[in-house]
């Protein structure tokens, strides 16, 4: 040990470092570019907050003068279509999707 080194903050510095590793992979995150087609896909659990995300993130980018649309491609629960034309219908975003998809592959 170094003298005049605190061993308790030594340790937390360590500890926080270490956790640090474990949650930030270093790798830079996707930046949109203007001036072409940018998609972006949520997949997650069901309840975790997709379809309020998806619309926020629309919004923010329709916000800072972006063209945003949302497409719904849940073609398992039957509400999706739904929350989601509500969301966007509430955010004044276009949507496109159908409300019950005969054949999944149709997307």
């Given at each position: 040990m170094v003298g005049g080194v605190n061993k308790?903050?030594?340790?937390?510095?360590?500890?926080?470092n270490e956790l640090l590793k474990l949650v930030d992979p270093g790798?830079?995150?996707?930046?949109?570019?203007?001036g072409q087609?940018?998609?972006i896909m949520f997949v997650g659990l069901q309840g975790s907050g997709k379809t309020t995300t998806c619309t926020k993130m629309?919004?923010?980018y329709q916000r800072k003068g972006w063209k945003t649309?949302?497409?719904c491609?849940?073609?398992?629960?039957?509400g999706?279509?739904?929350?989601l034309k509500q969301n966007a219908t509430k955010a004044r975003?276009?949507?496109?999707?159908?409300?019950?998809?005969?054949?999944?592959?149709?997307?």
């Open positions: 308790r903050r030594l340790i937390q510095k360590t500890v926080f790798v830079t995150p996707h930046q949109p570019k203007k087609h940018n998609i629309a919004y923010y649309c949302l497409i491609a849940d073609t398992f629960r039957a999706a279509f739904d929350k975003i276009p949507f496109y999707g159908r409300s019950l998809w005969r054949i999944h592959c149709s997307l």
